[in-house]
């Protein structure tokens, strides 16, 4: 890619991300052409459909949120993957008006197996801590991030400080001496 497109694509996301954090998703193309300094045209070329738009932009975010959870590998306080859930909430609150398009939009698998394998290892590093209760599995954990899309949603005016409450709720049931679970875990999804 060159150069100048390359620059044109980074203030298009960027733009992108403000607009639609503003405004929501119902923003339309123009004002996201007009707020990245370019022509509709060149938005166009780029990415043909706001939908090709939005996939790029959950794309980018996952794989932000992987090289992120990537970086709590080996953290000797075990504490990781809790430092990984908590960014996760705090991305949803800051990109709510967009957030479940960005949740529908067809994602590459490769971003997504990479962010679950990740999570996986974070698990087994809290588990080997003691700081995650042993019956905790990788399904659980993608399960109680899903959760957090409702919390999000239903919390909107209070923000971030309420979504952390119910964060908080969560992860005291994933710790150890709370009660044992009484079914057994899902299947891997």
Request: glycine share 6%.
């Amino acid at each position: 890619m060159r150069q100048d497109a390359a620059r044109n694509r980074d203030r298009i996301i960027t733009a992108a991300c403000e607009v639609f954090a503003e405004r929501g998703i119902d923003a339309n193309v123009e004002e996201i052409a007009r707020r990245a300094g370019v022509g509709v045209g060149t938005l166009y070329r780029r990415f043909p459909t706001k939908e090709h738009l939005i996939a790029q932009l959950a794309e980018d975010l996952l794989r932000a949120l992987v090289d992120d959870a990537r970086a709590e590998l080996g953290a000797a306080d075990g504490a990781g993957l809790e430092r990984t859930l908590r960014r996760c909430a705090a991305v949803q609150v800051s990109k709510r008006g967009y957030m479940m398009k960005i949740y529908d939009a067809a994602q590459p698998d490769e971003p997504r197996m990479a962010f679950r394998a990740v999570l996986a290892e974070l698990l087994v590093q809290a588990q080997q801590a003691g700081t995650i209760r042993p019956d905790v599995t990788i399904t659980d954990i993608v399960m109680l991030m899903w959760s957090l899309r409702g919390v999000v949603d239903m919390s909107a005016p209070a923000g971030l400080s309420a979504v952390e409450r119910y964060l908080d709720l969560l992860l005291a049931g994933l710790r150890p001496g709370a009660a044992p679970l009484a079914h057994p875990p899902v299947p891997n999804l």
